[in-house]
C-alpha cells in the first residue's frame, strides 16, 4: 500500500515540482507559445489553433497510448532500482576527497572571490556542463548498437506529445541518471573544493535558473506536433522545437543530427548540425510502417533485450570465427 | 452560594497542586523514595549520587590548574588529597553563585585516578593503561608554559579533560554501573547497597551512572538552550531550581558530557539530553517501584534496555564531538595555508587535542570498536601534522616524544574528513556541527535528484 502512495505521490509530483519537465506552468507556457505561434505566425485563428494544438488523434495515438503507459511503469519500475542507484553526494565526496592529493590544489584557494560571482559562475557551469553531457551520451545511444537497442524505445515514437519525454527504456533511464549524478557531482565537489561555502544556486521556484528558462519557453513543445522554428542564426545556438522533431525523422538526411538539448552549439561543432524544416512534412519514428507490436509495452521493454542478445550472439561468432582463421593460418 | 465558591476555588487549587507535583515527579531525577526494607534511619530521599559531583569537580578543577604549570596541584586533585581543597571550577562567577566552594561539601576522599580505565589506551603513544596516560599528560602539562607544547602540538588541558571525561565518567558509567553490575547477584535490589544505607544496590547504582551523566536534576525541564547556558553560567535563573538564591551543584548544574549533548541538541536536530536523561528517569521509577525487592527478570530486562539507550546515545554524543573538532581541525589547516601565525597554530592546538581527546574517549565505552578504532587512531595519528612537517610517531623508554617526518599536511587534511565520515558511518550521528561536505550535501539537495527516466 505504501508503496502505492508513493508511487502517485511521483506521478503527482511530477506535475507540481519546477525541477521537473512537465510542471503545469511549464505546459501552460508551452500551450501559450503554440497558440500565439499558430495565431500570429501561421494566422489560423483562434479555433483552428486550438484545434491544431489540442488534436486528438496526437494525444490519442497509439504512440500517445503507449508514452502515458510507459511513463506510469516507469515510474514503478525507478521507484525500485534508484535506491540502489550510486548518489551525486557519494560521487561527489569521492571527488572532494581526491582534489586533495592533486598538488597543485588547495582547498579553498579561491574561497576570497565574491559570493554572487562565484554563484553565476556555478549556476551556468553546471548547466552549460549538463547540456554537453546529455549531447554525448546521447550521440552515444545513436552510434554504439546496444545503446541504440534502447534509445529505440524512444524514437520508435511516430507522434510526439510531451509525455513523449518519459518515453524511455528503464536501462537507457540507469544511464542517464548516472550521467546526472556525475555531472552534479563534479559542478559541486570542484566548487565547494575551490571556493568554499559561497557557492550557491541561482534558482526561480527552486530550480536552477537557466532550466527554468529553458522550460517556461516552451521546451515541451521539443516533443510535440508544433513545429515552432528560429531565425536561423538562432538555430545554431538553441535548439528550436523543430529541431528536434527533425532529429525524431524517418528521413535518412536527418539520421543522427540534433543530439543536443537546449544547445545547439554542440551540434554545431561535432557536426551534427541541421536546420529544422516543416514539421507538417516529416514522418516520424524509426521505419515506415511501423506494425502493430510497435507500442505494445511487451516489445517496448522486452525487445531491447532480444536485440541486445542478438548483437551479442553476432559478434560473439565473429570473434569465435576470427580466432579459428588464426589458428588454422598457424597450422599452416 | 459562598460556600459553593469557595468549595469550586478549594477544588481548583488543589487540582492545580496535585497535577504541579505530578509533573515534578515525571520531569525531576529525584527525590526518590527510601524503599530499603528495615531501613530505620531518618533519611526521606533515597537519591544519592554526591561522589560523582565530587569528581565532576575534581574533573573541572584539574582542567582548570594544567595550564598553570603547578604539578603538586593538579595531582591533589587528581589522585585526591587529605586536605579540604577548594572547588577551583565551576566557581561562582558574578551572580551565578555556588552553594558549595570546598570538595568535601560534595563528597569527602574522591579521586579521580582510582576510577580511571585500566585498559591500554592504543591512540596514545607509549601503550599505556588509562591512568598512566592522565598521570603522563599531566606531568607533561607541568613542563610545558601554560599547558601548551609548541615542540608538539600538544594542548594538555584539552586532551587531558577530554581523555579524562571518557575514560572516567563514560566508562565507570556505561561499562561497569550499567553493565556488569545490572546484573541480578551483583548489588541486589533486595539489599541496602551497603549498611544502614537509605538507598537499595540497584537504587545506587542507577544513580551513579546518572551522576557521571552529569545532568541537572531538573534537566527535562529545561530547553536544550537552557541546559547549555547553565553550564556555560549564563543562565542563573534557569539553574536555580529550587529557588534558594544560590545554584547547588550536586543537582542544579550541567558538566560534561551532558553540556556537550545539550551543545548539539540546541542545534535542533538531535535531542541526545533529552533522550539518555529520559531513560535515566525511567530506569530510576522502575527500581523505585519495586520498592526494595529485588528485581525480576522482566524488569531488569527492561532496565537493560534504558542502559541500552543510554549507553547508544552517549556514545553518539561523544562521536558528535569527535566530528565536530575532526571538522575545526580541517578549517584551522585551511587557515594556516594563508596566515601561519603563532595564534592560529595555537587554535589548530587547541582544536586538535578536543579531537583526540573526545576520539581516546570514544575507546573507553563498553564495546570494542574494533576497526573503527584502527582507522580513528591511524588517521589521528599521535599528534598534529606541525607546520614544519613533523608529528609525534612514539615515546621513548625515558618518556620522550620521538618525532619524525609527517603525513603530507594535504593528506592529513583529507583524513579529518575521513574521520568525519567514519563518525556518520559508525555512529550514525546527525547533529554534524562543522560538517565539511555540508555545502556538498546542500548544492546536492538543490540541484535535486539526478534520478530521470527521461529523454530530452
Known amino acids: 500500500m505504501n ?86 553526494l557519494t560521487i561527489a565526496t569521492l571527488f572532494f576527497y581526491h582534489f586533495h592529493s592533486i598538488s597543485w590544489l588547495n582547498a579553498g584557494m579561491f574561497a576570497g572571490t565574491t559570493a554572487i560571482i562565484v554563484t553565476v559562475i556555478f549556476t551556468s557551469f553546471h548547466f552549460i556542463l549538463d547540456d554537453l553531457s546529455k549531447y554525448v551520451v546521447h550521440r552515444f545511444m545513436h552510434k554504439w548498437h546496444i545503446l541504440w537497442a534502447l534509445h ?71 516533443h510535440s506536433h508544433i513545429g515552432i522554428r528560429y531565425w536561423k542564426w538562432l538555430e545554431y545556438i538553441l535548439i528550436s522545437p523543430a529541431q528536434h522533431q527533425v532529429h525524431h525523422s524517418i528521413s535518412k538526411d536527418h539520421h543522427d543530427k540534433n543530439f543536443g538539448s537546449a544547445f545547439a552549439i554542440w551540434d554545431w561543432i561535432f557536426g551534427s548540425h541541421h536546420h529544422s524544416e516543416d514539421t507538417d512534412k516529416l514522418i516520424l519514428g524509426i521505419e515506415k510502417n511501423p506494425n502493430e507490436t510497435t507500442h505494445t509495452l511487451i516489445s517496448l521493454y522486452f525487445n531491447p533485450f532480444v536485440e541486445i542478445y542478438k548483437i551479442i550472439s553476432k559478434k560473439t561468432i565473429k570473434l569465435k570465427n576470427y580466432f579459428q582463421k588464426k589458428n588454422i593460418l598457424r597450422r599452416v | 452560594m459562598k460556600k459553593i465558591l469557595i468549595l469550586i476555588v478549594a477544588l481548583f487549587v488543589t487540582i492545580s497542586f496535585t497535577q504541579s507535583s505530578f509533573a515534578g515527579d515525571h520531569d525531576v531525577y529525584g527525590p526518590w523514595p527510601v524503599t530499603v526494607k528495615g531501613y530505620s534511619g531518618d533519611k526521606t530521599d533515597s537519591t544519592s549520587y554526591s561522589g560523582q559531583i565530587a569528581r565532576h569537580a575534581l574533573h573541572d578543577s584539574l582542567k582548570s590548574l594544567s595550564s598553570k604549570g603547578d604539578l603538586v596541584e593538579m595531582m591533589a586533585y587528581f589522585d585526591g588529597s587529605d586536605k579540604n581543597k577548594a572547588i577551583i571550577a565551576p566557581a561562582s562567577k558574578d551572580d551565578f553563585l555556588f552553594k558549595q566552594t570546598l570538595m568535601n561539601d560534595l563528597s569527602k576522599g574522591k579521586n579521580l585516578s582510582g576510577k580511571t580505565y585500566k585498559g591500554i589506551i592504543n591512540g596514545w603513544p607509549g601503550g599505556m593503561t588509562g591512568p598512566e596516560v592522565l598521570e603522563f599528560m599531566i606531568k607533561k602539562a607541568a613542563d610545558s608554559p601554560k599547558g601548551y607544547d609548541v615542540a608538539t602540538g600538544y594542548n594538555y588541558p584539552q586532551l587531558i579533560s577530554k581523555f579524562a571525561m571518557g ?19 551483583n548489588k541486589p535490589n533486595g539489599k541496602p547497597y551497603k549498611d544502614g544505607a537509605a538507598y537499595t544496590g540497584k537504587e545506587h547504582v542507577w544513580d551513579e551512572a546518572f551522576g557521571y551523566w552529569g545532568a541537572a536534576a531538573h534537566a527535562l525541564t529545561l530547553s536544550a538552550e537552557d541546559n547549555y547556558n547553565v553550564a556555560k553560567k549564563k543562565d542563573f535563573y534557569a539553574a536555580d531550581y529550587n529557588k534558594d538564591g544560590v545554584v547547588d551543584l ?76 575532526a571538522g575545526e581541525v580541517y578549517e584551522d589547516m585551511i587557515k594556516l595555508e594563508t596566515d601561519p601565525s603563532d595564534k592560529n597554530v595555537a587554535t589548530y592546538a587547541k582544536h586538535w587535542g578536543e579531537a583526540k581527546g573526545f576520539a581516546l574517549a570514544l575507546q573507553c565505552g563498553k564495546n570494542n570498536l574494533g576497526e573503527t578504532s584502527v582507522k580513528l587512531n591511524r588517521m589521528m595519528g599521535h599528534g598534529p601534522v606541525l607546520m614544519n612537517s613533523s608529528q609525534v610517531v612514539g615515546v621513548d623508554s625515558m618518556g620522550n616524544y620521538v618525532k619524525d617526518q609527517s603525513l603530507e599536511w594535504d593528506d592529513y587534511k583529507l583524513h579529518m574528513l575521513k574521520i568525519q565520515k567514519l563518525m556518520i558511518d559508525r555512529f550514525d550521528i546527525q547533529a554534524r556541527s562543522h560538517d565539511q561536505l555540508a555545502d556538498m550535501t546542500d548544492l546536492a539537495a538543490k540541484l535535486g535528484s539526478s534520478d530521470s527516466a527521461e529523454n530530452d
Not at chain 1, 51 to 61: A, D, E, Q, T, V
Not at chain 1, 164 to 177: A, Q
Open chain 2, 250 to 325: 550536586k543537582k542544579e548544574y550541567t558538566f560534561a558530557h551532558a553540556y556537550y549533548a545539550s551543545s548539539f541538541d540546541k542545534g535542533g536536530k538531535t535531542n541526545y539530553l533529552e533522550t539518555i536523561t529520559h531513560a535515566f528517569l525511567d530506569g530510576r521509577k522502575l527500581i523505585s517501584n519495586a520498592n526494595g525487592e529485588n528485581l525480576t527478570d522482566d524488569q531488569r530486562t527492561k532496565l537493560f534496555a534504558y542502559a541500552d539507550v543510554i549507553a547508544t546515545n552517549w556514545e553518539k554524543v561523544i562521536a558528535e564531538a569527535v566530528f565536530k573538532y
Open chain 2, 167 to 185: 575514560a572516567i565518567f563514560y566508562n565507570q558509567a556505561v561499562d561497569n554501573y550499567l553493565d556488569e553490575k545490572l546484573a541480578a547477584d
Open chain 1, 152 to 222: 529505440k524505445v524512444h524514437h520508435s515514437a511516430t507522434t510526439l506529445t510531451p509525455m513523449t519525454v518519459f518515453r524511455t527504456h528503464p536501462l537507457e533511464g540507469v544511464l542517464f541518471s548516472l550521467r546526472s549524478a556525475f555531472t552534479q557531482a563534479i559542478t559541486i565537489s570542484s566548487f565547494v573544493f575551490l571556493f568554499g561555502s559561497s557557492v550557491d544556486l541561482v534558482t526561480v521556484l527552486g530550480a536552477n535558473i537557466f532550466v527554468f528558462l529553458f522550460n517556461i519557453f516552451g521546451s515541451n513543445l521539443r
Open chain 1, 3 to 88: 508503496i502505492l502512495y508513493e508511487l502517485f505521490g511521483d506521478i503527482f509530483y511530477q506535475f507540481i515540482d519546477p525541477k521537473k519537465r512537465i510542471f503545469i506552468f511549464y505546459l501552460l507556457a508551452s500551450f501559450l507559445i503554440a497558440f500565439f505561434w499558430l495565431f500570429f505566425n501561421k494566422k489560423l485563428g483562434v479555433k483552428k489553433s486550438l484545434g491544431k494544438i489540442f488534436n486528438p488523434k496526437i494525444f490519442f495515438s497509439k504512440s500517445s497510448k503507449g508514452d502515458y503507459k510507459i511513463f506510469i511503469v516507469n515510474q514503478v519500475i525507478m521507484l525500485l532500482i534508484s535506491p540502489a542507484l550510486i548518489t551525486q
